[in-house]
């Protein structure tokens, strides 16, 4: 078994393409511009009328699905940063015989219609053959709203990306205000659960599903029945939603879960059941319009809340991580179906739910294992918000707990877990508990401060059914190089099948059982030398800076009697 690439980042199929594989583009789906020191659109006009021009080249896919249509195959590759972000659509040529994968054709996916896109993550691929994306990391809305300049735009954690992001719009800094901000970019369009269909002809369908909240997602994964979503939500002081549809393989109506946890026990990860707060039913056709013209002050009204100033009577005291951590809220009458779509995680909290996860990363279901199947998740580091009020072990920081109900209360652990969640015949999840945890006990030294022969910051996950194994692929410092695991259940055991290079990140590591009797291990190399170890880029054997998507194969399908290879 060998790693297969499918793209580079900034490579062309034909001369003719209009952009580079990776390249961001605006809503008029033209290319944008690097910025100068002084702000504005990096390009040249020589004498001769010759123009030099830096466009932004994003090395940083992630979540790359494979769709089989017809007797064609299309794939959906998400470019996570800069913003604006960027979708790009492939067809592949298949050789069935080899199980070979070659693109053929490639085009930008259009966002205007949605407002652009922001911060897309993972995925999956849903039981209906289309692709399910995220907008990761939603613009801080109460923030937003209070902000006062262009400054505070730019210096505040949840909308430093904006700035960047105008350039969608064509406004470059130099050029822009807070008046132009906040005219055309609209914090509640962003932070959605996305949707891309692909067409027998080669078109595409792309569509955010308003009707499944607003948070950091991290990716959005359906269950069996076709109606169960689940949502994990990437960042500090975070939540889990469940939301499940009217109709199966139809995401545009439905209602609302949060979880709300109960920890059993603190050792190894901890042990929690899990009960679920009804966040109420709605419909993206009822919520998108109120995207346009929603301030977070329409929906909350808001006071900041310490230690020596608590909540006045009628508000209620939340931590969800976001501006100042602790705040007194008290949702304004009429609006909790609109909080409940573009607030999901502070109201959520408002309604005594649990956000208090850091840091939730990648979903997948295996129906083979449990007694109605087995939910298995990563939390890529174990720190502030799930401890009992302390910070990296650090008691005297208790600002992830202030404001909050302390629901975790679990060691700090740098290098994370994957847990698993028992679910019951109506795929209800209803308790969690690690199946494995990273340590700083073994085998580590100066430039991997967790076990090498362990995890270390768990991201994606994929189950390989028809192996009874599952994929683990991190995103970790605590690693020189980055690891692509495969879990055996017959073993409880991992045995290390991929590494990347210095400064990358593994991202979609996701298994297609068959397609055309082929199986495909994809894995997405990010942002090479873009983390860590910069200097080393020119050293022998680097590949240089540029990302790849890619596989590990070929495979045949387990029903065409393939195996996995273990060998590493």
Excluded at 209 to 225: N, T
């Amino acid at each position: 078994m060998e790693y297969n690439t499918l793209m580079i980042t900034g490579q062309k199929i034909f001369r003719n393409d209009s952009l580079t594989f990776g390249q961001a583009y605006d809503q008029n789906m033209q290319p944008i511009y690097e910025v100068t020191a002084a702000g504005l659109a990096n390009f040249t006009v020589l004498e001769d009328g010759t123009r030099l021009q830096n466009f932004t080249q994003s090395s940083s896919p992630d979540f790359t699905s494979l769709l089989p249509v017809g007797d064609r195959l299309f794939s959906f590759v998400h470019f996570e940063s800069p913003t604006p972000s960027a979708i790009y659509m492939l067809e592949l040529e298949q050789d069935v015989g080899t199980c070979q994968l070659r693109a053929i054709a490639m085009t930008p996916v259009d966002w205007s219609d949605w407002g652009g896109l922001w911060t897309p993550c993972a995925g999956s691929v849903t039981p209906w053959n289309t692709h399910l994306g995220s907008e990761e990391y939603e613009p801080d809305a109460l923030a937003f709203s209070v902000a006062t300049s262009v400054e505070d735009i730019a210096n505040y954690a949840a909308l430093k990306n904006i700035q960047a992001f105008m350039r969608y719009f064509g406004k470059y800094p130099n050029d822009t205000s807070l008046e132009d901000i906040k005219e055309l970019f609209l914090p509640y369009r962003y932070g959605h659960a996305t949707q891309l269909t692909a067409n027998p002809n080669g078109t595409y369908k792309a569509e955010k599903l308003y009707a499944l909240g607003r948070q950091s997602w991290e990716l959005p994964y359906v269950m069996p029945d076709n109606r169960t979503v689940y949502g994990t939500d990437d960042g500090d002081n975070t939540m889990f939603t469940r939301f499940v549809a009217d109709e199966p393989n139809n995401l545009t109506c439905g209602q609302l879960y949060g979880g709300n946890f109960t920890q059993l026990s603190d050792l190894n990860g901890g042990n929690f059941t899990i009960n679920w707060i009804d966040l109420g039913h709605a419909c993206a056709s009822e919520i998108q319009p109120h995207s346009d013209n929603t301030t977070f002050l329409d929906i909350f009204d808001y006071a900041p809340q310490n230690s020596t100033t608590p909540c006045e009577p009628g508000f209620t005291s939340v931590n969800t991580g976001m501006l100042n951590g602790a705040e007194c809220l008290r949702l304004r009458p009429g609006m909790e179906q609109i909080a409940s779509r573009f607030e999901t995680r502070r109201y959520l909290a408002y309604l005594g739910g649990t956000t208090e996860f850091t840091k939730w990363e990648g979903i997948t279901f295996s129906p083979e294992h449990g007694q109605f199947g087995m939910l298995y998740t990563a939390m890529s580091r174990i720190e502030g918000s799930m401890e009992d009020s302390s910070n990296k072990g650090n008691v005297s920081d208790t600002s992830a707990d202030d404001g909050g109900p302390n629901h975790i209360r679990i060691p700090w652990n740098r290098c994370g877990c994957v847990y698993q969640l028992e679910v019951d015949a109506d795929y209800v999840a209803t308790q969690m508990y690690s199946l494995i945890c990273g340590n700083t006990k073994n085998n580590t030294d100066k430039d991997n401060k967790c076990d090498i022969n362990s995890i270390a910051a768990p991201d994606n996950l994929s189950m390989m059914r028809g192996h009874n194994q599952m994929i683990i692929g991190e995103d970790t410092e605590d690693h020189q190089n980055d690891v692509v695991w495969l879990y055996s259940f017959d073993t409880a055991s991992i045995r290390r099948m991929q590494t990347t290079p210095y400064g990358s990140e593994t991202t979609s590591a996701y298994w297609h059982e068959d397609i055309n009797t082929c199986a495909y291990w994809i894995s997405v190399v990010q942002h090479p030398y873009g983390e860590s170890d910069m200097e080393r880029v020119l050293e022998l054997p680097s590949s240089g800076k540029a990302a790849r998507v890619g596989y590990l194969g070929p495979l045949r399908a387990a029903s065409a009697g393939g195996a996995v290879t273990t060998a590493g």
